[in-house]
Protein backbone atom coordinates (compact mmCIF):
# COMPACT_ATOMS: atom_id res chain seq x y z
CA UNK A 1 0.00 0.00 0.00
CA UNK A 2 1.21 3.28 -1.05
CA UNK A 3 1.82 5.96 1.87
CA UNK A 4 -0.23 9.19 1.67
CA UNK A 5 1.00 12.09 -0.12
CA UNK A 6 3.02 14.78 2.39
CA UNK A 7 1.04 16.98 3.71
CA UNK A 8 -2.20 14.77 3.96
CA UNK A 9 -3.54 12.60 6.50
CA UNK A 10 -5.21 8.69 4.71
CA UNK A 11 -5.11 10.70 1.52
CA UNK A 12 -7.45 14.05 3.05
CA UNK A 13 -5.77 17.64 3.70
CA UNK A 14 -3.89 17.71 7.50
CA UNK A 15 -5.74 20.26 10.20
CA UNK A 16 -4.26 23.60 10.68
CA UNK A 17 -4.16 25.00 7.35
CA UNK A 18 -7.39 27.18 7.88
CA UNK A 19 -8.64 29.93 5.68
CA UNK A 20 -11.81 31.81 4.61
CA UNK A 21 -14.01 30.30 1.89
CA UNK A 22 -13.99 32.48 -1.04
CA UNK A 23 -17.47 33.95 -1.24
CA UNK A 24 -18.95 32.32 -4.43
CA UNK A 25 -18.27 28.96 -2.10
CA UNK A 26 -19.79 30.01 0.62
CA UNK A 27 -23.15 30.28 -1.52
CA UNK A 28 -22.52 27.32 -3.48
CA UNK A 29 -22.77 25.63 -0.03
CA UNK A 30 -25.69 27.43 0.82
CA UNK A 31 -27.34 26.86 -2.45
CA UNK A 32 -26.89 23.17 -1.90
CA UNK A 33 -28.71 23.28 1.48
CA UNK A 34 -31.52 25.47 -0.07
CA UNK A 35 -32.08 24.36 -4.21
CA UNK A 36 -31.87 20.69 -4.91
CA UNK A 37 -33.75 20.70 -8.25
CA UNK A 38 -35.90 22.69 -9.97
CA UNK A 39 -38.74 22.05 -7.83
CA UNK A 40 -37.08 23.56 -4.69
CA UNK A 41 -37.17 26.88 -7.03
CA UNK A 42 -40.45 26.78 -7.26
CA UNK A 43 -40.89 26.06 -3.72
CA UNK A 44 -39.04 28.98 -1.95
CA UNK A 45 -40.26 31.30 -5.03
CA UNK A 46 -44.30 30.56 -4.50
CA UNK A 47 -43.40 31.17 -0.76
CA UNK A 48 -42.09 34.54 -1.40
CA UNK A 49 -45.16 34.76 -3.43
CA UNK A 50 -47.29 34.17 -0.86
CA UNK A 51 -45.39 35.85 2.18
CA UNK A 52 -45.63 38.92 0.17
CA UNK A 53 -49.63 39.01 -0.05
CA UNK A 54 -50.45 37.33 -3.49
CA UNK A 55 -53.53 36.65 -4.31
CA UNK A 56 -52.38 35.48 -7.83
CA UNK A 57 -49.89 33.36 -8.34
CA UNK A 58 -48.34 32.01 -12.09
CA UNK A 59 -45.49 29.60 -12.85
CA UNK A 60 -44.10 28.67 -15.81
CA UNK A 61 -42.00 25.76 -16.43
CA UNK A 62 -39.91 25.42 -20.00
CA UNK A 63 -37.51 22.24 -19.98
CA UNK A 64 -37.85 21.96 -23.91
CA UNK A 65 -34.00 22.51 -23.58
CA UNK A 66 -31.16 21.64 -21.08
CA UNK A 67 -31.48 24.61 -19.67
CA UNK A 68 -34.35 24.85 -18.06
CA UNK A 69 -36.44 28.10 -17.44
CA UNK A 70 -38.49 29.17 -14.36
CA UNK A 71 -40.93 31.86 -14.14
CA UNK A 72 -42.87 32.76 -10.93
CA UNK A 73 -45.34 35.70 -11.03
CA UNK A 74 -46.94 37.27 -8.26
CA UNK A 75 -49.09 40.09 -7.25
CA UNK A 76 -47.88 40.84 -3.63
CA UNK A 77 -46.58 43.51 -2.39
CA UNK A 78 -43.41 43.86 -3.95
CA UNK A 79 -39.85 45.04 -3.10
CA UNK A 80 -39.12 49.03 -2.57
CA UNK A 81 -36.27 49.89 -4.52
CA UNK A 82 -33.50 50.61 -2.39
CA UNK A 83 -33.76 47.04 -1.18
CA UNK A 84 -33.85 44.86 -4.33
CA UNK A 85 -30.46 44.67 -3.72
CA UNK A 86 -30.25 43.53 -0.03
CA UNK A 87 -33.51 41.16 -0.68
CA UNK A 88 -30.58 39.24 -3.05
CA UNK A 89 -27.97 39.13 0.08
CA UNK A 90 -27.63 36.27 2.51
CA UNK A 91 -29.16 36.87 5.59
CA UNK A 92 -31.67 39.25 4.71
CA UNK A 93 -34.86 39.08 5.42
CA UNK A 94 -37.92 40.69 6.58
CA UNK A 95 -39.61 38.42 8.56
CA UNK A 96 -37.38 37.75 11.72
CA UNK A 97 -35.29 40.18 13.61
CA UNK A 98 -34.56 38.04 16.86
CA UNK A 99 -33.81 34.71 18.70
CA UNK A 100 -37.11 34.89 19.78
CA UNK A 101 -38.94 35.32 16.46
CA UNK A 102 -37.11 31.58 15.78
CA UNK A 103 -39.64 29.95 18.47
CA UNK A 104 -43.00 31.59 16.69
CA UNK A 105 -42.21 31.44 12.88
CA UNK A 106 -45.55 32.43 11.11
CA UNK A 107 -44.46 32.72 7.51
CA UNK A 108 -43.08 30.23 5.09
CA UNK A 109 -39.50 31.73 4.52
CA UNK A 110 -37.37 33.01 7.24
CA UNK A 111 -33.30 32.46 6.48
CA UNK A 112 -33.15 35.15 4.51
CA UNK A 113 -31.16 33.02 1.87
CA UNK A 114 -33.54 31.84 -0.95
CA UNK A 115 -33.10 34.58 -3.42
CA UNK A 116 -29.69 34.61 -2.45
CA UNK A 117 -28.86 31.07 -2.87
CA UNK A 118 -31.09 30.60 -6.24
CA UNK A 119 -28.89 33.60 -7.54
CA UNK A 120 -25.79 31.59 -6.75
CA UNK A 121 -26.33 28.83 -9.14
CA UNK A 122 -28.28 30.40 -11.95
CA UNK A 123 -29.01 33.34 -13.63
CA UNK A 124 -31.64 35.38 -12.00
CA UNK A 125 -34.02 38.26 -13.58
CA UNK A 126 -35.99 40.16 -10.92
CA UNK A 127 -38.69 42.03 -11.70
CA UNK A 128 -40.50 44.04 -8.66
CA UNK A 129 -43.08 46.98 -8.34
CA UNK A 130 -44.75 48.18 -5.03
CA UNK A 131 -48.03 49.84 -5.50
CA UNK A 132 -48.11 53.38 -6.03
CA UNK A 133 -45.38 53.47 -8.22
CA UNK A 134 -45.01 54.51 -11.98
CA UNK A 135 -42.75 51.97 -12.88
CA UNK A 136 -40.90 48.63 -11.43
CA UNK A 137 -37.13 47.53 -10.91
CA UNK A 138 -35.68 44.97 -12.79
CA UNK A 139 -32.14 43.24 -11.87
CA UNK A 140 -30.07 41.10 -13.71
CA UNK A 141 -27.65 38.55 -11.24
CA UNK A 142 -25.24 36.03 -12.43
CA UNK A 143 -23.15 34.06 -9.89
CA UNK A 144 -24.83 36.04 -7.24
CA UNK A 145 -23.48 39.32 -8.89
CA UNK A 146 -25.82 42.09 -9.95
CA UNK A 147 -24.82 42.82 -14.06
CA UNK A 148 -27.66 45.09 -14.84
CA UNK A 149 -30.25 47.33 -12.70
CA UNK A 150 -32.79 49.17 -14.99
CA UNK A 151 -36.31 50.26 -14.77
CA UNK A 152 -38.89 48.42 -16.11
CA UNK A 153 -42.80 48.44 -17.53
CA UNK A 154 -44.71 46.05 -14.61
CA UNK A 155 -48.06 45.36 -12.86
CA UNK A 156 -48.02 45.40 -8.97
CA UNK A 157 -45.73 42.49 -7.17
CA UNK A 158 -43.06 40.59 -8.08
CA UNK A 159 -41.80 38.21 -11.19
CA UNK A 160 -38.34 35.60 -10.92
CA UNK A 161 -37.35 34.24 -13.50
CA UNK A 162 -34.36 31.51 -13.20
CA UNK A 163 -32.34 30.29 -16.33
CA UNK A 164 -29.53 27.66 -16.29
CA UNK A 165 -30.02 26.06 -13.17
CA UNK A 166 -26.98 24.96 -11.75
CA UNK A 167 -24.91 26.23 -14.87
CA UNK A 168 -22.25 27.41 -12.07
CA UNK A 169 -22.35 23.93 -10.41
CA UNK A 170 -22.43 21.20 -12.95
CA UNK A 171 -21.61 18.40 -10.60
CA UNK A 172 -25.43 18.66 -9.39
CA UNK A 173 -27.25 19.00 -13.08
CA UNK A 174 -25.99 15.31 -13.63
CA UNK A 175 -28.13 13.99 -10.95
CA UNK A 176 -31.25 15.75 -11.82
CA UNK A 177 -33.94 13.09 -12.60
CA UNK A 178 -35.33 12.56 -16.26
CA UNK A 179 -37.51 15.81 -17.74
CA UNK A 180 -40.77 14.19 -16.74
CA UNK A 181 -39.50 13.29 -13.31
CA UNK A 182 -38.22 16.90 -12.52
CA UNK A 183 -41.98 18.51 -14.08
CA UNK A 184 -43.49 16.34 -11.70
CA UNK A 185 -41.82 17.27 -8.88
CA UNK A 186 -42.72 20.73 -9.68
CA UNK A 187 -46.03 20.15 -10.74
CA UNK A 188 -46.88 18.51 -7.45
CA UNK A 189 -44.79 21.30 -5.43
CA UNK A 190 -47.58 23.77 -6.81
CA UNK A 191 -50.73 21.95 -6.22
CA UNK A 192 -49.48 21.70 -2.62
CA UNK A 193 -49.52 25.46 -2.25
CA UNK A 194 -52.69 25.44 -4.04
CA UNK A 195 -54.41 22.78 -1.51
CA UNK A 196 -52.97 25.13 1.40
CA UNK A 197 -54.13 28.24 -0.19
CA UNK A 198 -57.49 28.10 -1.34
CA UNK A 199 -58.48 31.87 -2.00
CA UNK A 200 -55.49 32.27 -4.07
CA UNK A 201 -55.33 31.85 -7.63
CA UNK A 202 -52.95 29.40 -9.56
CA UNK A 203 -51.80 28.59 -13.06
CA UNK A 204 -48.81 26.57 -14.16
CA UNK A 205 -47.58 26.43 -17.64
CA UNK A 206 -45.13 23.90 -19.19
CA UNK A 207 -43.69 24.94 -22.20
CA UNK A 208 -46.41 27.14 -22.85
CA UNK A 209 -48.92 24.73 -22.46
CA UNK A 210 -51.36 24.87 -19.19
CA UNK A 211 -50.92 21.81 -16.73
CA UNK A 212 -53.07 23.32 -13.72
CA UNK A 213 -55.12 26.16 -13.25
CA UNK A 214 -56.94 26.56 -10.17
CA UNK A 215 -58.74 30.03 -9.97
CA UNK A 216 -59.61 31.40 -6.26
CA UNK A 217 -62.62 29.52 -4.93
CA UNK A 218 -64.29 30.47 -1.14
CA UNK A 219 -64.38 26.52 0.13
CA UNK A 220 -61.51 24.22 1.05
CA UNK A 221 -63.41 21.67 -0.44
CA UNK A 222 -63.99 23.59 -4.25
CA UNK A 223 -59.88 23.95 -4.36
CA UNK A 224 -59.93 19.82 -3.27
CA UNK A 225 -61.89 19.36 -6.43
CA UNK A 226 -59.93 21.22 -8.43
CA UNK A 227 -56.74 19.62 -7.84
CA UNK A 228 -57.51 15.95 -7.06
CA UNK A 229 -60.26 16.00 -8.98
CA UNK A 230 -63.79 14.60 -8.54
CA UNK A 231 -62.49 10.64 -8.23
CA UNK A 232 -60.79 11.34 -5.39
CA UNK A 233 -62.36 14.26 -3.81
CA UNK A 234 -65.82 12.12 -3.97
CA UNK A 235 -64.64 9.50 -1.74
CA UNK A 236 -63.70 12.31 1.26
CA UNK A 237 -65.06 13.10 4.35
CA UNK A 238 -64.23 15.64 6.85
CA UNK A 239 -62.43 15.65 9.63
CA UNK A 240 -62.46 18.85 12.05
CA UNK A 241 -61.29 19.58 16.01
CA UNK A 242 -59.50 20.03 18.61
CA UNK A 243 -57.84 19.85 21.90
CA UNK A 244 -55.04 21.17 24.26
CA UNK A 245 -53.85 23.96 21.56
CA UNK A 246 -53.78 21.94 18.67
CA UNK A 247 -55.94 21.69 15.97
CA UNK A 248 -56.74 19.50 13.11
CA UNK A 249 -58.91 20.02 9.83
CA UNK A 250 -59.26 18.74 5.88
CA UNK A 251 -60.50 15.73 4.27
CA UNK A 252 -59.46 12.43 4.65
CA UNK A 253 -60.82 9.44 2.22
CA UNK A 254 -63.47 7.28 3.31
CA UNK A 255 -62.09 3.65 4.85
CA UNK A 256 -62.32 1.52 2.10
CA UNK A 257 -61.11 3.85 -0.03
CA UNK A 258 -57.23 3.12 -1.00
CA UNK A 259 -55.13 3.91 -3.66
CA UNK A 260 -51.83 2.31 -4.83
CA UNK A 261 -49.46 5.04 -3.89
CA UNK A 262 -49.27 7.58 -1.21
CA UNK A 263 -49.80 10.36 -3.98
CA UNK A 264 -52.67 11.69 -2.27
CA UNK A 265 -51.70 12.04 0.89
CA UNK A 266 -50.89 15.44 1.45
CA UNK A 267 -50.00 16.39 4.81
CA UNK A 268 -49.46 20.36 6.39
CA UNK A 269 -48.37 21.90 10.26
CA UNK A 270 -49.14 25.39 10.56
CA UNK A 271 -49.23 26.33 7.26
CA UNK A 272 -46.64 24.85 5.63
CA UNK A 273 -46.54 21.24 3.15
CA UNK A 274 -44.25 18.75 5.22
CA UNK A 275 -42.72 15.52 4.71
CA UNK A 276 -42.56 14.23 8.26
CA UNK A 277 -42.26 11.32 10.09
CA UNK A 278 -44.71 11.69 13.20
CA UNK A 279 -47.27 12.92 11.28
CA UNK A 280 -47.39 10.58 8.26
CA UNK A 281 -47.19 7.53 10.61
CA UNK A 282 -49.59 9.02 12.85
CA UNK A 283 -52.39 9.26 9.66
CA UNK A 284 -51.04 5.63 8.65
CA UNK A 285 -51.69 4.41 12.07
CA UNK A 286 -55.29 5.70 12.07
CA UNK A 287 -56.13 3.86 9.50
CA UNK A 288 -54.96 0.77 11.25
CA UNK A 289 -57.50 -2.00 9.94
CA UNK A 290 -59.19 -0.02 7.74
CA UNK A 291 -57.08 -0.58 4.61
CA UNK A 292 -55.19 -3.87 2.98
CA UNK A 293 -51.66 -3.86 3.22
CA UNK A 294 -50.20 -1.63 1.06
CA UNK A 295 -52.69 0.49 0.37
CA UNK A 296 -52.95 4.43 0.85
CA UNK A 297 -55.50 6.18 1.79
CA UNK A 298 -56.19 10.38 0.29
CA UNK A 299 -55.53 12.85 2.94
CA UNK A 300 -55.96 16.64 2.90
CA UNK A 301 -55.50 17.72 6.60
CA UNK A 302 -53.34 20.71 8.25
CA UNK A 303 -52.66 20.16 12.18
CA UNK A 304 -52.27 23.45 13.91
CA UNK A 305 -49.75 23.64 16.94
CA UNK A 306 -48.81 26.44 19.21
CA UNK A 307 -45.67 27.82 17.23
CA UNK A 308 -43.50 27.64 20.12
CA UNK A 309 -44.48 23.80 20.27
CA UNK A 310 -42.97 23.13 17.19
CA UNK A 311 -39.17 23.56 15.46
CA UNK A 312 -39.30 24.01 11.82
CA UNK A 313 -35.64 24.95 11.09
CA UNK A 314 -35.10 21.27 11.44
CA UNK A 315 -34.98 20.74 7.47
CA UNK A 316 -32.75 23.51 5.24
CA UNK A 317 -36.32 23.28 3.59
CA UNK A 318 -38.90 23.11 6.51
CA UNK A 319 -40.38 20.25 5.54
CA UNK A 320 -39.48 17.94 8.93
CA UNK A 321 -40.00 19.03 11.70
CA UNK A 322 -39.66 18.92 15.75
CA UNK A 323 -42.48 18.64 18.11
CA UNK A 324 -42.25 18.94 21.36
CA UNK A 325 -44.53 16.49 22.85
CA UNK A 326 -44.54 14.18 19.94
CA UNK A 327 -46.73 11.22 21.83
CA UNK A 328 -49.60 13.72 22.51
CA UNK A 329 -49.40 15.05 18.58
CA UNK A 330 -49.63 11.31 17.50
CA UNK A 331 -52.71 10.47 19.16
CA UNK A 332 -54.09 13.50 18.48
CA UNK A 333 -54.15 12.46 15.06
CA UNK A 334 -54.84 8.94 14.99
CA UNK A 335 -57.68 9.66 16.81
CA UNK A 336 -59.06 13.06 15.18
CA UNK A 337 -59.10 10.90 11.68
CA UNK A 338 -60.99 7.84 13.44
CA UNK A 339 -63.65 10.04 15.13
CA UNK A 340 -63.73 11.33 11.42
CA UNK A 341 -64.11 7.59 10.39
CA UNK A 342 -66.71 6.37 12.61
CA UNK A 343 -68.65 9.67 12.39
CA UNK A 344 -68.94 9.75 8.64
CA UNK A 345 -70.08 5.78 8.48
CA UNK A 346 -73.03 7.04 11.31
CA UNK A 347 -74.00 9.87 8.92
CA UNK A 348 -74.32 7.58 5.83
CA UNK A 349 -76.77 5.92 8.00
CA UNK A 350 -78.89 8.46 6.98
CA UNK A 351 -78.09 9.81 3.62
CA UNK A 352 -76.38 6.81 2.06
CA UNK A 353 -75.25 8.72 -1.10
CA UNK A 354 -71.16 9.05 -1.25
CA UNK A 355 -71.88 12.29 -3.29
CA UNK A 356 -73.07 13.83 -0.30
CA UNK A 357 -70.58 12.10 1.81
CA UNK A 358 -67.58 14.35 1.62
CA UNK A 359 -69.49 17.34 2.35
CA UNK A 360 -70.08 16.41 5.80
CA UNK A 361 -67.87 16.62 8.92
CA UNK A 362 -67.54 14.87 12.32
CA UNK A 363 -66.37 17.07 14.72
CA UNK A 364 -63.81 15.84 17.16
CA UNK A 365 -65.30 17.22 21.23
CA UNK A 366 -62.80 20.40 22.19
CA UNK A 367 -61.97 18.28 25.44
CA UNK A 368 -60.55 15.41 24.34
CA UNK A 369 -60.79 12.34 26.87
CA UNK A 370 -57.65 11.39 28.34
CA UNK A 371 -56.36 9.87 31.54
CA UNK A 372 -57.67 12.11 34.36
CA UNK A 373 -56.81 11.44 38.19
CA UNK A 374 -60.04 13.63 39.64
CA UNK A 375 -63.64 13.71 39.23
CA UNK A 376 -65.83 11.72 37.00
CA UNK A 377 -63.93 9.24 34.21
CA UNK A 378 -64.66 10.58 31.19
CA UNK A 379 -67.17 9.14 28.40
CA UNK A 380 -65.43 5.53 26.91
CA UNK A 381 -63.46 4.76 30.07
CA UNK A 382 -63.03 1.09 30.88
CA UNK A 383 -63.01 0.33 34.96
CA UNK A 384 -60.03 -2.27 35.55
CA UNK A 385 -58.74 -3.45 38.72
CA UNK A 386 -55.62 -5.67 40.36
CA UNK A 387 -57.10 -8.46 38.91
CA UNK A 388 -57.66 -7.39 35.28
CA UNK A 389 -54.83 -9.03 32.94
CA UNK A 390 -51.74 -6.51 32.92
CA UNK A 391 -51.82 -6.52 29.13
CA UNK A 392 -55.57 -6.07 29.23
CA UNK A 393 -55.05 -2.93 31.18
CA UNK A 394 -52.05 -1.52 29.39
CA UNK A 395 -54.42 -2.16 26.44
CA UNK A 396 -57.12 0.34 28.42
CA UNK A 397 -54.49 2.90 28.99
CA UNK A 398 -53.77 3.58 25.33
CA UNK A 399 -56.77 3.07 24.01
CA UNK A 400 -59.76 2.55 25.85
CA UNK A 401 -60.09 6.05 26.93
CA UNK A 402 -61.48 7.05 23.56
CA UNK A 403 -63.61 9.83 21.93
CA UNK A 404 -67.34 9.09 22.89
CA UNK A 405 -68.70 6.03 20.51
CA UNK A 406 -70.72 6.73 17.40
CA UNK A 407 -73.85 5.87 17.74
CA UNK A 408 -75.16 3.72 14.05
CA UNK A 409 -78.26 3.03 14.45
CA UNK A 410 -79.38 2.33 10.61
CA UNK A 411 -76.67 2.15 9.04
CA UNK A 412 -77.21 -0.85 7.46
CA UNK A 413 -80.15 -1.61 8.84
CA UNK A 414 -82.42 0.66 7.11
CA UNK A 415 -81.54 -0.96 3.74
CA UNK A 416 -84.23 -2.98 2.05
CA UNK A 417 -82.82 -6.80 1.13
CA UNK A 418 -83.56 -8.07 -2.02
CA UNK A 419 -81.37 -11.10 -2.34
CA UNK A 420 -78.13 -12.43 -2.64
CA UNK A 421 -75.73 -12.63 -5.32
CA UNK A 422 -73.34 -15.35 -6.30
CA UNK A 423 -73.60 -17.04 -3.02
CA UNK A 424 -71.37 -13.66 -1.67
CA UNK A 425 -72.95 -10.44 -1.61
CA UNK A 426 -76.29 -9.30 -0.09
CA UNK A 427 -78.27 -7.58 -2.94
CA UNK A 428 -80.20 -3.83 -1.62
CA UNK A 429 -81.51 -0.99 -1.93
CA UNK A 430 -81.85 2.23 -0.22
CA UNK A 431 -83.99 5.44 -1.93
CA UNK A 432 -82.28 5.68 -5.43
CA UNK A 433 -79.32 3.32 -4.74
CA UNK A 434 -78.79 -0.02 -5.20
CA UNK A 435 -76.64 -1.46 -2.45
CA UNK A 436 -74.41 -4.93 -2.52
CA UNK A 437 -72.64 -5.57 0.97
CA UNK A 438 -70.13 -8.24 0.77
CA UNK A 439 -71.22 -10.86 3.25
CA UNK A 440 -67.83 -12.11 4.69
CA UNK A 441 -66.69 -8.34 4.98
CA UNK A 442 -69.82 -7.31 7.40
CA UNK A 443 -69.68 -10.37 9.40
CA UNK A 444 -65.85 -9.76 9.89
CA UNK A 445 -66.00 -6.38 11.14
CA UNK A 446 -68.92 -7.13 13.14
CA UNK A 447 -67.10 -10.06 15.43
CA UNK A 448 -63.89 -7.75 14.86
CA UNK A 449 -65.84 -4.87 16.92
CA UNK A 450 -67.15 -7.39 19.51
CA UNK A 451 -64.17 -8.87 19.95
CA UNK A 452 -62.01 -5.56 20.54
CA UNK A 453 -65.15 -4.84 23.15
CA UNK A 454 -64.66 -7.72 24.58
CA UNK A 455 -60.81 -7.45 24.85
CA UNK A 456 -61.40 -3.83 26.34
CA UNK A 457 -63.13 -5.07 29.34
CA UNK A 458 -61.30 -8.24 29.88
CA UNK A 459 -63.93 -10.52 28.63
CA UNK A 460 -63.25 -12.26 26.02
CA UNK A 461 -65.01 -16.56 26.18
CA UNK A 462 -61.98 -18.61 26.24
CA UNK A 463 -62.41 -22.60 25.28
CA UNK A 464 -59.67 -24.80 26.37
CA UNK A 465 -58.89 -27.96 24.08
CA UNK A 466 -59.74 -30.94 25.36
CA UNK A 467 -56.51 -32.31 22.68
CA UNK A 468 -53.94 -29.46 22.57
CA UNK A 469 -52.76 -29.33 18.71
CA UNK A 470 -49.56 -28.49 17.26
CA UNK A 471 -48.81 -26.98 14.51
CA UNK A 472 -45.62 -26.04 12.75
CA UNK A 473 -44.66 -22.68 11.83
CA UNK A 474 -40.67 -22.74 11.96
CA UNK A 475 -37.66 -20.96 13.59
CA UNK A 476 -39.11 -17.78 13.57
CA UNK A 477 -42.87 -18.17 13.89
CA UNK A 478 -41.94 -20.37 17.87
CA UNK A 479 -39.44 -17.27 18.87
CA UNK A 480 -42.43 -14.76 18.00
CA UNK A 481 -45.03 -16.98 20.08
CA UNK A 482 -42.46 -16.87 23.22
CA UNK A 483 -41.51 -13.73 22.60
CA UNK A 484 -45.48 -12.64 22.69
CA UNK A 485 -46.72 -15.32 24.84
CA UNK A 486 -47.99 -13.24 27.76
CA UNK A 487 -49.43 -10.81 25.29
CA UNK A 488 -51.61 -13.34 23.65
CA UNK A 489 -53.39 -14.15 26.65
CA UNK A 490 -55.43 -10.82 26.78
CA UNK A 491 -56.84 -11.93 23.17
CA UNK A 492 -57.84 -15.57 24.34
CA UNK A 493 -54.84 -17.37 23.19
CA UNK A 494 -52.45 -19.82 25.21
CA UNK A 495 -49.67 -21.01 22.79
CA UNK A 496 -46.40 -22.08 23.50
CA UNK A 497 -43.20 -23.21 22.10
CA UNK A 498 -42.98 -27.55 21.78
CA UNK A 499 -39.94 -27.90 20.07
CA UNK A 500 -37.76 -26.13 17.69
CA UNK A 501 -40.79 -25.48 14.70
CA UNK A 502 -43.65 -25.98 16.30
CA UNK A 503 -45.79 -24.68 19.00
CA UNK A 504 -49.09 -26.47 20.90
CA UNK A 505 -52.50 -24.75 21.31
CA UNK A 506 -54.26 -25.04 24.22
CA UNK A 507 -56.70 -22.61 24.51
CA UNK A 508 -57.93 -20.01 22.03
CA UNK A 509 -61.41 -17.59 21.66
CA UNK A 510 -64.56 -19.70 22.27
CA UNK A 511 -65.78 -17.83 18.61
CA UNK A 512 -62.34 -19.44 16.61
CA UNK A 513 -63.26 -22.88 18.02
CA UNK A 514 -65.00 -24.06 15.04
CA UNK A 515 -62.55 -22.73 12.47
CA UNK A 516 -59.88 -24.32 10.48
CA UNK A 517 -57.59 -24.38 13.31
CA UNK A 518 -54.38 -24.86 10.94
CA UNK A 519 -54.54 -22.19 8.40
CA UNK A 520 -56.03 -20.01 11.79
CA UNK A 521 -53.09 -20.07 13.83
CA UNK A 522 -50.11 -20.12 10.69
CA UNK A 523 -51.96 -16.70 10.23
CA UNK A 524 -51.75 -15.60 13.82
CA UNK A 525 -47.78 -16.27 14.22
CA UNK A 526 -47.25 -14.92 10.51
CA UNK A 527 -48.86 -12.04 12.43
CA UNK A 528 -46.71 -11.90 15.14
CA UNK A 529 -43.49 -12.31 13.46
CA UNK A 530 -44.54 -9.18 11.27
CA UNK A 531 -45.24 -7.05 14.23
CA UNK A 532 -42.35 -7.84 15.65
CA UNK A 533 -40.68 -8.07 19.45
CA UNK A 534 -41.57 -3.63 19.50
CA UNK A 535 -44.61 -3.72 17.41
CA UNK A 536 -47.21 -2.05 20.17
CA UNK A 537 -49.19 -4.06 22.36
CA UNK A 538 -52.16 -2.51 20.86
CA UNK A 539 -51.22 -2.83 16.95
CA UNK A 540 -50.38 -6.63 18.00
CA UNK A 541 -53.93 -7.59 19.79
CA UNK A 542 -56.03 -5.83 16.95
CA UNK A 543 -53.92 -7.96 14.17
CA UNK A 544 -54.70 -11.26 16.36
CA UNK A 545 -58.51 -10.16 16.92
CA UNK A 546 -58.76 -9.29 13.07
CA UNK A 547 -57.25 -12.94 12.11
CA UNK A 548 -60.17 -14.54 14.61
CA UNK A 549 -62.79 -12.40 13.11
CA UNK A 550 -61.78 -13.53 9.40
CA UNK A 551 -61.16 -17.01 9.72
CA UNK A 552 -64.74 -17.23 12.17
CA UNK A 553 -66.93 -15.12 9.51
CA UNK A 554 -69.51 -16.64 6.99
CA UNK A 555 -67.51 -17.15 3.83
CA UNK A 556 -68.02 -16.27 0.56
CA UNK A 557 -70.37 -19.15 -1.25
CA UNK A 558 -72.50 -19.77 2.05
CA UNK A 559 -76.04 -19.27 1.02
CA UNK A 560 -78.41 -17.15 3.09
CA UNK A 561 -81.56 -16.92 2.73
CA UNK A 562 -83.91 -13.16 3.90
CA UNK A 563 -84.06 -13.67 6.93
CA UNK A 564 -80.39 -14.42 7.57
CA UNK A 565 -79.42 -11.57 5.44
CA UNK A 566 -81.43 -9.10 7.25
CA UNK A 567 -80.56 -10.39 10.56
CA UNK A 568 -76.40 -9.79 9.86
CA UNK A 569 -76.82 -6.43 8.59
CA UNK A 570 -79.14 -5.79 12.12
CA UNK A 571 -76.00 -7.10 13.89
CA UNK A 572 -73.87 -4.92 11.99
CA UNK A 573 -75.72 -1.59 12.86
CA UNK A 574 -75.00 -1.84 16.39
CA UNK A 575 -71.36 -1.69 16.21
CA UNK A 576 -69.60 0.93 16.01
CA UNK A 577 -67.73 0.94 12.48
CA UNK A 578 -68.45 -0.89 9.85
CA UNK A 579 -67.55 0.55 6.35
CA UNK A 580 -64.71 -1.88 5.73
CA UNK A 581 -63.32 -4.91 7.13
CA UNK A 582 -60.63 -4.79 10.02
CA UNK A 583 -58.32 -5.71 6.59
CA UNK A 584 -59.76 -3.12 4.70
CA UNK A 585 -62.16 -4.02 2.15
CA UNK A 586 -64.92 -2.36 2.06
CA UNK A 587 -67.90 -3.51 3.40
CA UNK A 588 -70.78 -2.42 0.45
CA UNK A 589 -70.80 -0.69 -2.89
CA UNK A 590 -73.35 1.18 -4.30
CA UNK A 591 -74.96 1.75 -7.42
CA UNK A 592 -76.74 5.00 -7.81
CA UNK A 593 -80.01 4.56 -9.96
CA UNK A 594 -78.88 7.07 -12.50
CA UNK A 595 -76.52 4.91 -13.53
CA UNK A 596 -78.49 2.05 -14.19
CA UNK A 597 -81.13 4.77 -16.17
CA UNK A 598 -78.29 5.01 -18.53
CA UNK A 599 -76.78 1.61 -19.07
CA UNK A 600 -80.66 0.92 -19.87
CA UNK A 601 -80.87 4.12 -22.38
CA UNK A 602 -83.45 5.62 -20.05
CA UNK A 603 -83.58 8.91 -18.62
CA UNK A 604 -82.59 9.70 -14.79
CA UNK A 605 -86.26 10.14 -14.19
CA UNK A 606 -87.11 6.62 -16.00
CA UNK A 607 -90.58 5.52 -15.82
CA UNK A 608 -91.67 7.98 -13.53
CA UNK A 609 -91.87 10.26 -16.16
CA UNK A 610 -95.01 9.37 -17.41
CA UNK A 611 -93.57 6.90 -20.59
CA UNK A 612 -93.39 3.12 -18.67
CA UNK A 613 -90.90 1.92 -21.52
Same mark, same amino acid.
Given at each position: ??????????????????????????????????????????????????????????????????????????? +??????????? $????????????????????????????????? $??????????????????????????????? &??????????????????????????????????????????????????????????????????????????? #?????????????????????????????????????????????????????????????????????????????????????????????????????????????????????????????????????????????????????????? +??? &??????????????? #??????????????????????????????????????????????????????????????????????????????????????????????????????????????????????????????????????????????????????? $??????????????? $??????????????????????????????????????????????????
Amino acid at each position: MSSPDKGTVRGRPRAGGIALLDESVILGIAAGEVVERPASVVKELVENALDAGATVVHVEYDDREDSQRLLVRDN +GCGIEPSQVEL $ALTRHATSKISSLLDLEKVSTFGFRGEALASIA $AVGRVSLTTRTAGRDSAVRVMVDGGRVSDRS &EAGAGPGSSIEVRDLFWSVPARRKFLKSRDTEFQQVLDTVRRFALLSPSVGFRMLRNGADKLDCPAVNTSLERVR #QVLGAQVSEKLVGVEGGWEGMGLEGFVSAAGESWGTSRHVHLFVNGRWVKDKLFFKAVTEAYRGYLLKGRFPAVVIELTVDPSAVDVNVHPAKMELRFGDPGQVHRFVVESIRVALRGADALRGVEFSRGNRVEKAWTVPASMPLPTTVGEPPP +GYV &ETSEDTPAPVREIVE #QVALEMPGVQQQGTLSHLEVLGQAFDGYIVCQSADTLVLVDQHAAHERLLYENLIADCKSGNIEVQSLLLPITVSVGSGGVAAVTRRSSDLLAAGWEIEAFGEEEVIVRSLPALASHCDMLPLVEGLVADLVETGSTGKLEALIERVLATV $ACHSAVRVGTRMDLK $AARALLERCSSVEFVSACPHGRPVAREIPRSRLERMFGRSATGPASGHGC
